[in-house]
Structures are given as structure tokens and as C-alpha cells.
């Protein structure tokens, strides 16, 4: 494996320019470091502000980094990109569709909401826009077109739905996340760990998730108990990344679902249309009209100051820096996005 900018040409190792740009475009990044370390987390509230790091690997495995790039982090949010491909690859798209959706929702990550979308008196099934309808109370009550569903995979009550998608029925919650932990490592190509300080942390403040998760529970859009599913969907944000390990999970999905260096099939290209449209406008909440104009790849953000961007057919790119904008993405990163897409003219329009 080739790393920090020597490309191989007929045996030769020949240098590149792209690691010296890449790491001129960190330093640009960093003439100020605006915004806040997320707070409700201990471990993210005094992780250290000044690192910063990008890194940006291409569909055949050739790895360029800049900056921090080898400094462990909690995946947090990015994570649910890869748990939403897991549950799309193993269930299928109608099947997932029943209980997550795909539309922006214009609200923080972590709000307390469900789709809905009136009522009507039609019978048990799918509406003709293929929306999940049922009853309001019992057999006899009035049929609905409310599909109470999370309004898409990358907000927290879409993310932890889609958790519970992993796996055979009847499996434990420790079960579940460890078939999560294998899957996210598939896509990073190495055995990823979890940081057990950080997930002992977001536990003991986990209200609002375990509201969330009782939402979803009482319109059975989940059938596990609320306590079992926010621990283990914790611990999957817990899990441990670094940039570069971030930026070949992104590159596997730029390649069609196959990582570029363990060259295994992680995921099916169905799958990956699938996740990166909705990366595309859901991935960065309600910041994401300004990210697809400005930035135009389809991305994640997490709170721990990670972003990961993939370029369908070409590259994967991810940034950490740990002080976030009011949206909870990261500021340098966003920076140093921006310079890339423009720099390179990535946009995908
Ligand atoms: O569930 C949570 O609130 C965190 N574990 C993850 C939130 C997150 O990363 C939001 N992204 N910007």
C-alpha cells in the first residue's frame, strides 16, 4: 500500500504533488478554528481543538493524507450512513422503506420526529406513492396514510431504526452490534474497536435518544426494547475511527460497494445509489442545501468533528477537526471540503 502521495508507475515510486497541496489546504484551514466542540459528550467536549487532518484515498487504494490523520475518533454519525447500507444489503430497499425514509427532514439530528402525511380511508397496504399506510386503532379504526416513519436514515430516529434492521430476528442487542462492528470494519478494510470511555459517557446522558427510541417503539416501527437498542446503537457511534480509516469507508462506497484494498464486496452498487442519494440530502441535516451547493459530494457529518465525503467512480475524502458549526459539522472540515471540491471541480453538478 502506497501512502502520503507515491503513486507507483512501472515499478517506480514516483512522487506526487497531491500530498503537498493536501496539506497546504489543511494549513489554509487553520488561519482561525471557529466554532465548539460538542459538549454533551465528555470525551468529544476535551478532545484537543487544534488537530486537524484530511485525507483523501481514490477508487483504486492509492492514500493521500494530510495533518492528524492517524488520531483515533468516535465515528458518532457517520456511522449510520454504513448501518443504513448494512440494513438496505441484507433487507432489501421496500423492506427498509417500510420503516425509514428518505426525506429531508430540516431538523436537527437528534429531534423527536415522524413523517406524517394525513389520513385517509383506503385499505391496509402501500399507497400509489409506495407509502406505508395502517391503522390508527385496531382492526376497526380509521386507515391512515401516517407512516410514522423516521423521516430518513441519517437523523437519529431514522439511524436507530435502521439498527435494528441488522441481523436475523430474536438476535441480542450485543449480538446486533457486533454484526455492525464486523460491517463498518469490512468497509474500512481493518478490525475497528470501540472507545468504551465515550460510550459509557453518552450513556449516562442518553435521554434523549432513549425518548427517541420509546417513540419509535410505541409505533412499533421497532420491536426491540428501547434501553437494549440505545445501547447498542451508542456503542455503534462509539466505535473507533481514524480519518484515513474514514476516508476508504467513503472510498468503498465511491467503488461501487467493494473496498478498495481488501477488494471484498461489502456492499451491492443497488445499495450504494441508494445511500449516497441520501447522503446527498439528508447526510448534513439542516445544513445540507448549503453543503450540495457549496460542497456538491454526497457526505456525513459526525459531532466528534469527522466529516466523509464519497465521489461515486473516483474518490472518497475525510476530514477531522473537532469544533463544529451550529448544524454539529465540523468547520475546518467543511472548509477544506470546499477547497477540494473547487480546487479539483469534484461537484458533482
Ligand atoms: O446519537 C447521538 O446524538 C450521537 N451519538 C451522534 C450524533 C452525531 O454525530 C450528529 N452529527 N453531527
Given amino acids: 500500500m502506497l501512502a502520503r502521495g507515491c503513486a507507483e508507475l512501472d515499478g517506480a515510486k514516483v512522487k506526487s504533488p497531491i500530498p503537498d497541496y493536501l496539506q497546504v489546504v489543511v494549513d489554509h484551514s487553520s488561519y482561525d478554528n471557529p466554532g465548539h466542540n460538542a459538549s454533551y459528550i465528555s470525551e468529544l467536549r476535551d478532545a484537543d481543538p487544534n488537530r486537524v487532518g484530511a485525507c483523501l484515498s481514490t477508487v483504486d487504494g492509492v492514500v493521500y493524507a494530510a495533518g492528524d490523520t492517524d488520531v483515533e475518533f468516535t465515528i458518532q454519525s457517520i456511522s449510520k450512513a454504513f448501518v443504513y447500507a448494512l440494513a438496505l444489503e441484507q433487507n432489501g430497499l421496500e423492506a427498509v422503506l417500510e420503516r425509514v425514509g428518505v426525506e429531508p427532514s430540516g431538523e436537527a439530528f437528534n429531534e423527536l420526529s415522524l413523517e406524517q402525511v394525513g389520513t385517509k380511508e383506503i385499505a391496509d397496504g402501500y399507497t400509489s406513492t409506495g407509502l406505508w399506510i395502517r391503522r390508527r386503532s385496531g382492526n ?59 460510550f459509557e459517557s453518552e450513556m449516562n446522558t442518553a435521554y434523549r435518544n432513549t425518548a427517541i427510541a420509546c417513540m419509535l417503539r410505541n409505533y412499533d416501527l421497532i420491536d426491540v426494547e428501547p434501553e437494549d437498542v440505545v445501547k447498542a446503537y451508542t456503542r455503534q457511534c462509539a466505535i473507533s475511527v481514524t480519518a484515513r480509516d474514514l476516508a476508504l469507508m467513503a472510498t468503498t462506497l465511491a467503488n461501487g460497494g467493494v473496498q478498495p484494498l481488501t477488494e471484498e464486496r461489502v456492499v451491492r452498487p443497488e445499495v450504494v445509489r441508494q445511500v449516497l442519494s441520501v ?35 473516483q474518490l472518497g475524502i475525510a476530514t477531522f477537526s473537532t469544533r463544529l458549526d451550529k448544524h454539529g459539522t465540523s468547520v475546518r472540515g467543511v472548509r477544506i471540503c470546499k477547497r477540494l471540491s473547487d480546487d479539483m471541480g469534484l461537484h458533482i453538478m
Avoid at 430474536?170 to 446486533?176: F, K, L, N, P, W
Avoid at 462492528?181 to 478490525?191: H, N, P, V
Fill in 140 to 198: 376497526s379504526g380509521p386507515l391512515e396514510t401516517d407512516t410514522r416513519r423516521p423521516l430518513n436514515p441519517m437523523i437519529n430516529a431514522g439511524a436507530i431504526t435502521a439498527h435494528t434492521l441488522i441481523g436475523p430476528a430474536g438476535i441480542s442487542a450485543d449480538e446486533r452490534f457486533e454484526l455492525i462492528r464486523k460491517g463498518l470494519s469490512a468497509f474500512a478494510g481493518r478490525d475497528l474497536g470501540v472507545d468504551e470511555a465515550a
Fill in 279 to 313: 447522503m446527498m440530502t439528508c447526510g448534513m441535516y439542516n445544513g445540507a442545501g448549503d453543503w450540495v451547493s457549496s460542497v456538491g459530494i454526497p457526505a456525513k457529518s459526525a459531532v466528534s468533528g469527522g466529516i466523509m465525503a464519497a465521489l461515486p467512480g
